[in-house]
């Protein structure tokens, strides 16, 4: 196997760590919203002397557009890495890659099987690389889910920003204050969008005010439509970047260099 100059994998794990910095980076972000200015809660009695909550959101909090451009560098890198590690597969395995060679994902077993079958005719890669590959990677939908929607998420991310959403998962340390004066602990409150909900009978007939919001702890999810649709960013990220890491130490093991 002809060796490549550079030591094998260390682009790829450099690419690693750069998606690595990004994800800290959207976590940072969403750290950065956390507090009390970002929502609204508001207390109203009805005619029956009900207290009713109104909580509500700044859509705005979060700089959208600049978590979007963070998580397509973290996207971008992940790929790249299976990208630049595919050329040095290529390599040790005799083979020419050419502009064109890219890390195979599939959105089927039988997909990627017709293309590995038809590199290892063309004398790219080896028959033991197309059954790691196949059994071991298994960069489809059914066999790495991961891998199949870094290959997704990447191609979308070409195409138009991908855009979290924000919520906020849970907010604690609120109290009110009635019109004597004492001041009453609120339950934990735990939300993921708007919403109006009436207060237990402990506040029954009391005129409350918000005495203190508490802080939130916000996070960013992927939207619908999307792999990972309704999971948090970050998490999926690490997860991707998990599956990306254990993917280049299979073919360093393979080669022999881990």
């Given at each position: 196997m002809a060796r490549t100059m550079a030591k094998f994998g260390e682009a790829s794990w450099r690419k690693i760590e750069r998606a690595k910095k990004h994800i800290y980076d959207i976590d940072l972000l969403r750290l950065n919203v956390t507090g009390s200015q970002n929502y609204s809660l508001i207390i109203e009695q009805d005619s029956n002397r009900?207290?009713?909550?109104?909580?509500?959101?700044?859509?705005?909090?979060?700089?959208?557009?600049?978590?979007?451009?963070?998580?397509?560098?973290?996207?971008?890198?992940?790929?790249?890495?299976?990208?630049?590690?595919?050329?040095?597969?290529?390599?040790?395995?005799?083979?020419?890659?050419?502009?064109?060679?890219?890390?195979?994902?599939?959105?089927?077993?039988?997909?990627?099987?017709?293309?590995?079958?038809?590199?290892?005719?063309?004398?790219?890669?080896?028959?033991?690389?197309?059954?790691?590959?196949?059994?071991?990677?298994?960069?489809?939908?059914?066999?790495?889910?991961?891998?199949?929607?870094?290959?997704?998420?990447?191609?979308?991310?070409?195409?138009?920003?991908?855009?979290?959403?924000?919520?906020?998962?849970?907010?604690?340390?609120?109290?009110f204050e009635d019109d004597e004066g004492n001041v009453l602990d609120a339950p934990i409150l735990i939300a993921d969008r708007p919403w109006r909900e009436r207060l237990s009978m402990d506040f029954y007939a009391k005129n409350l005010t918000v005495k203190d919001k508490g802080p939130s702890a916000p996070n960013v999810f992927f939207d619908q439509g999307f792999p990972f649709e309704g999971e948090p960013v970050v998490a999926a990220l690490d997860r991707i970047r998990e599956v990306v890491t254990s993917t280049v130490k299979s073919f360093e093991t393979f080669f022999g260099f881990a």
């Open positions: 009900i207290n009713w909550l109104t909580l509500d959101f700044d859509a705005a909090a979060l700089p959208a557009p600049e978590a979007a451009l963070i998580i397509g560098d973290a996207l971008h890198n992940l790929r790249s890495a299976l990208d630049i590690l595919w050329h040095e597969v290529i390599q040790e395995c005799s083979g020419t890659p050419t502009r064109y060679s890219r890390f195979l994902i599939e959105d089927s077993r039988d997909a990627l099987e017709k293309r590995l079958i038809a590199a290892v005719k063309d004398k790219r890669i080896s028959e033991l690389i197309s059954e790691l590959m196949l059994d071991t990677v298994k960069p489809y939908p059914t066999g790495n889910y991961c891998l199949w929607a870094l290959d997704d998420l990447n191609v979308r991310d070409k195409h138009k920003l991908i855009i979290p959403m924000l919520k906020w998962v849970w907010i604690t340390g609120v109290r």
